[in-house]
């Protein structure tokens, strides 16, 4: 499964790339917003930094504005993947902007409907909004379980990228489903690792470890 981060923020981004984890970023305009920089510049940031796909939105509805601003964004670096929304003119943009060789991650998915329209058009990564979906009190997971039974039936390549991830239990469950990617919240991201009995498990180690004196090498 990769690890994408869903964020604009670089210090962020910077410090989990440091790790060795991050498979790619996704962003959108509200998290252009908070980032408080202009998309071209942000964008560019964040090619320097992460090496796999990195989402930059189109802004525009209408199909052919889109597929200027797809040429924008593509020019800021070879691993721009752009974002279209899931609208028939996204659908159409997503078509053309792929047969170009470039990465198109439908996004605002919410329908498994939805996401056999962007596999159809290409797509090489569809958003299902998990979070989104759950705060209308329905169960976003059931989504992506469907999403991964239609791109199975048909071997689909588009990729499954589980989008609006809120918690760490999200990302255990699209992992048990079997999607593909994860974009997930910096926090969220770092909270993965955190167990308490680990920090019980290693205090208890290191407390036993001073008691022998010894050092390692
Ligand atoms: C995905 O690409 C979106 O940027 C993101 O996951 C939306 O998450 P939200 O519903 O928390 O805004």
Known sequence: ????????????IKELN????????????SLILKSGGKIAEVTKQICDIV???VSAEVTATEYSEMMKEAKVLAKIADNVCIKV??????????KAIRSEGR???????????????AAKAGASFI???????????????ELISEIRTIYDNYDFKTEILAASIRTVNHVKQAALIGADVVTVPPATLKALVK??????????????????GQKIG
């Open 127 to 141: 958003s299902p909004f998990i979070g989104r979906i759950d705060d209308i009190g329905i169960d976003g997971m």
């Open 18 to 29: 440091d790790l060795g984890l991050l498979d790619g970023v996704t962003t959108n305009p």
């Open 103 to 117: 990465m198109v991650n439908v996004t605002l998915c919410f329908s498994a409907n939805q996401a056999l329209l």
């Open 85 to 94: 929304p899931l609208t028939f003119d996204g659908l159409k943009a997503c």
């Open 195 to 212: 167990h308490p009995l680990t920090d019980k498990g290693l205090e208890q180690f290191l407390a036993d470890w001073a008691k022998t």
């Open 1 to 12: 499964m990769k690890f994408f981060v869903d964020t604009a923020d670089i210090k962020e």
């Open 51 to 53: 090496e796999g796909p």
